[in-house]
Each structure stands twice: as C-alpha cells, then as structure tokens.
C-alpha cells in the first residue's frame, strides 16, 4: 500500500488505483527476503525466549496462528501475525508448563506492543508536518 500511495504522490498514477501485480510480486520479494536475512533474532525470541518449545507444541502454535490469521484475513481484519504466533507460543508454553514460560519477556514485549502504536502515530504526525512545511 505504501508503494502504491508512493506511486500516485508522485504522479505516477496507477489506473482505477489498484495494485498492478509486478508490484505486488516485488513487494512481496523483499517482505520474503527481509524475513530470510533479517528476523534471525525474531525467531529465536519466539521459537526459545520465551519457553523452550518442543515440536508438538510448534506445530499447535503454528496451526493456532493460521487459523486466526486466516480468519482475520476472510473477515477482512487487519492482523500482525507476529503478535499472533508470539501469544500462540505462549499459549502452548503454558499449555506444558506455566512455570518453565519466561513471563518477564512477555510482559517486554507486550509493553513494546502497547507503546508501538502511539509513537509511530507520534512521528508520522511529527514527519507530515515537518515534510508539509518543507514543500
């Protein structure tokens, strides 16, 4: 979507607004590209920070993460599926064993989540303004 609205700001008009597909096919490219070289740490927090999870409990988790985002994706509800797979960790950690879970990092992450949202609706604000002066 950013690349598209990128398009048509700057007057490269996209017709009846739609996506053509070879840019969704570069978008997709470098989300896949960016999750091969660059989430390392992610999946480590995940897949062991948070509870050392074993292949039955992967598999529980990964299922629980497709269907909510599936779900949310046919009712048309945006879904960070990194949230989702994180809490369905947890889920199955607790399922084992509540103790063995590392309560704290979820608490940090959680937190993280919370703060997210505000502070990149704080600095979009900020950058509109700043780029509406400058033009």
């Known amino acids: 979507a950013l ?5 048509l700001a700057v007057g490269r008009g996209v017709p009846s607004g739609h996506m053509p597909v070879w840019m969704g096919l ?17 999946v480590q927090t995940v897949g062991q920070g948070f509870y050392r999870i074993q292949n039955l409990q992967g598999l529980c988790a990964e299922s629980a993460a497709m269907l909510l985002v599936g779900a949310s994706s046919i009712a048309g509800f945006p879904m960070a599926t990194s949230h989702v797979m994180s809490a369905s960790v947890l889920g199955a950690g607790a399922a084992v064993q509540v103790r063995r879970v590392r309560w704290d990092l979820a608490v940090d992450i959680t937190l993280a989540w919370i703060f997210t949202i505000p502070a990149a609706a704080a600095i979009s604000v900020l950058l509109t303004y700043v780029v509406s002066k400058a033009f």
């Open 26 to 42: 570069i978008c997709g490219a470098a989300l896949g590209l960016g999750v091969i070289f660059g989430s390392r740490q992610t």
């Open 3 to 7: 690349v598209l609205l990128a398009l």
